[in-house]
């Protein structure tokens, strides 16, 4: 599933998602996806702030640092 169709899914109140351009994506409401990576490079990271939220390209799952570990929500 290509990355464009998991944040169709995540609009609030009724917002769509932006194109991947590059940039974060964006959607109404104010949520935002601030690294895009694999899952092995997301969970080595360690100096991320607290709240970074992460898509794996190969899991296709969601990532948020709590400021020790990254807690991991499953795309399923």
């Not at 969601?62 to 399923?76: K, P, R």
Request: no cysteine; glycine share 14%; aromatic share 10%.
């Amino acid at each position: 599933m290509p990355i464009a169709g998991i944040s169709q899914g995540l609009g609030i109140a009724g917002g769509t998602a932006a194109t991947i351009s590059g940039a974060p994506i964006v959607v109404l409401g104010g949520f935002n996806i601030d690294l895009r990576d694999t899952h092995a490079n997301i969970v080595v990271r360690t100096s991320d702030a607290t709240g970074v939220i992460a898509f794996g390209t190969d899991t296709y799952d969601l990532y948020v640092f709590n400021g020790f570990n990254w807690q991991i929500y499953n795309n399923t």
